[in-house]
């Protein structure tokens, strides 16, 4: 990119193009420019959150709402724990669904690439089940082949619910796929400070649990173990041994601080911990291309 159009994509994403939106029942204002075409340049976007269709005219949304018949998002259940549900939705299936999904995530993170490979990806749509439907909250996506460990790509939690702990909801589910498939992952980087901060928070629950659940007889543990009973890649497990100083290092011989007192003392101040995802619950299988003959 030159500097001239540097300049011209600064200007251009300076002024939000929304300012707020209306989300099934609730009214948002919105953080970020979003990449929206001129006629839905407006003060309040009324969007659907069960299709997530959207308009600019209060009366059309009503009348949108009179005749939606759709109650879940598209694609296919993978999970379901008393009121918390997952939907997996493929990028070149519902384009649409996951265009219009990538325009409403632009409204809050503000780095976020909208259009650019949708079809490269699958989605999974976190929801809320209540009476009258099965309701958007937030959301993470996962490239469908990866070349790297990448099990996460973008993630957001609708600003409504932001203190419910559906991050670290998001965040499990995208480890939990990971030992589905028995492939090792770790978000997309680079992380900003706050990801950065609620991943180590949760890599150190997660690695001091499996530290914690180790038989008294057990001896030994590898790294490879960890990686398998936690999903996570061997170079993220290394970052918490060493910054939580669980690794020590005698005379050239590793060993790892397994004392339970100790353990416990870290955990205190990793943060709380999230819902758990409860892995018998999950009706999934990992991604497979099909080749065109
Ligand atoms: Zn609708």
Partial sequence: MTQKEVNEFINQTK???????????????????????????????YICDFCLYFCVHKKEFLRHSRKC????????????????????????LQRVYCENLSLIARMFLDHKNVYNTIEAFLFYILCEVKD????FVGYFSKEKISTNTNNLSCILVMPFCQRSGYGKVLIEMSYALSMLEEKPGGPERPLSDLGHRTYVSFWTRRVIKVLLDLDSEDKEISINIISERTGMTTSDIMYILTNQKILRNDR??????????????????????????????????????????
Avoid: Q
């Fill in 15 to 45: 002024f939000k193009t929304v300012e707020s939106i209306m989300f099934g029942r609730y009214w948002l204002e919105t953080w970020y420019f979003t990449p929206l075409p001129k006629e839905y340049h407006t003060k309040c976007l």
């Fill in 69 to 92: 018949m759709v109650r879940h998002p598209p694609g296919d259940e993978i999970y379901r724990d008393k009121d918390i549900s997952f939907f997996e939705v493929d990028g070149s």
């Fill in 132 to 135: 009258d439907g099965i309701h």
């Fill in 252 to 293: 050239n011989v590793s060993s790892l601080n397994c004392d339970r007192a100790f353990l416990e003392g870290i955990l205190k101040y990793a943060g709380m911990p999230g819902r758990e995802i409860n892995m018998n619950e999950i009706r999934w299988k990992p991604y497979k291309a099909i080749a065109l003959l």
